[in-house]
């Protein structure tokens, strides 16, 4: 019922967030993310009637256990006072009355080893349902949240006039909402440059690397590759990194052969008193 509630919740988040979308997010796109939220939602459904069946089912055959039990330790008892009852029983009987208490009290032991197995059985189809409601969840979520982003052309064409205009926050947040909505797009590794570009800015160069590197690992063939390489080399030697930056400069220089930034690799290495290889 939990899980219930919950995909009924997000159905209505999908619902207010549809409803409250600018005029230019309703569109094919909307449609389309309304009818996977509908799906997701029947889904669950789907999963939640299996798991109750399921769960039925488990208790059953654990109610069916716990009675056997129940009626083998009653047996147990019964026959101990018959044994104590009779001392007087032949050494034989008394041997064969042994073995049956044996029997009984192993049928115990394979009992338990059952339900044991049968209880862990459960906790891993709980654990399995939970997952999958929350992955459920998460997805609905991540579905209402794109319904209600901006189209991605006006989010970048946003961050890129704001970064010009010098208005460095809301710039950095456009940025990281365009990566967060649009992270497989030519444009999320121009985010990823602007956003370095800004952290260079504000002297926090650790994570202005980290995302120069983001760029450069996830956008080789994107035009701001060779910027970001530069840009990181840089950055690096203000961190006081001067043998690392020295080295990515270099590989500006060897990759970038005719491009202005490898000038402008060149131009940082005679300052710092390193000559690029022959070549280059």
């Not at 956008?219 to 390489?229: L, T, V, Y």
């Not at 690096?236 to 990194?241: C, L, V, Y």
Request: glycine letters at 4%.
């Amino acid at each position: 019922m939990k899980i219930q509630r919950c995909a009924a919740a997000f159905a209505l988040v999908a619902m207010l967030a549809s409803n409250s979308a600018p005029a230019f997010a309703v569109s094919k796109e909307m449609v389309t993310l309304q009818t996977q939220v509908q799906a997701l939602q029947d889904q669950m459904a789907r999963m939640q009637q299996s798991f109750d069946e399921r769960m039925g089912v488990m208790k059953s055959l654990m109610d069916q256990n716990t009675d056997n039990i129940n009626k083998v330790t009653a047996a147990i008892a019964a026959m101990n006072d018959v044994l104590q009852k009779q001392q007087s029983v032949s050494a034989t009987q008394a041997e064969q009355l042994s073995g049956q208490i044996q029997a009984l009290n192993d049928s115990i032991d394979e009992l338990k080893a059952r339900m044991a197995k049968v209880s862990k059985q459960m906790d891993d189809m709980q654990a399995t349902q939970q997952s999958a409601a929350a992955s459920q969840a998460a997805q609905q979520a991540q579905a209402a949240a794109l319904a209600a982003a901006p189209p991605p052309d006006v989010l970048y064409n946003n961050g890129l006039r704001d970064y010009n205009a010098g208005k460095n926050d809301l710039a950095s947040q456009e940025f990281s909402d365009y990566i967060k909505f649009y992270p497989n797009t030519d444009l999320a590794g121009n985010s990823y440059f602007y956003l370095a570009e800004l952290q260079y800015k504000q002297g926090n160069y650790q994570a202005a690397i980290t995302n120069y590197d983001l760029v450069i690992q996830n956008f080789p063939s994107g035009n701001k590759a060779a910027s970001a390489e530069l840009k990181k080399g840089f950055a690096q030697i203000e961190s006081g990194q001067q043998d690392a930056g020295a080295a990515t400069l270099h590989h500006v220089v060897q990759r970038y052969p005719r491009t202005n930034e490898a000038l402008q690799a060149k131009e940082k290495l005679r300052k710092l008193g390193t000559t690029p290889a022959k070549g280059q």
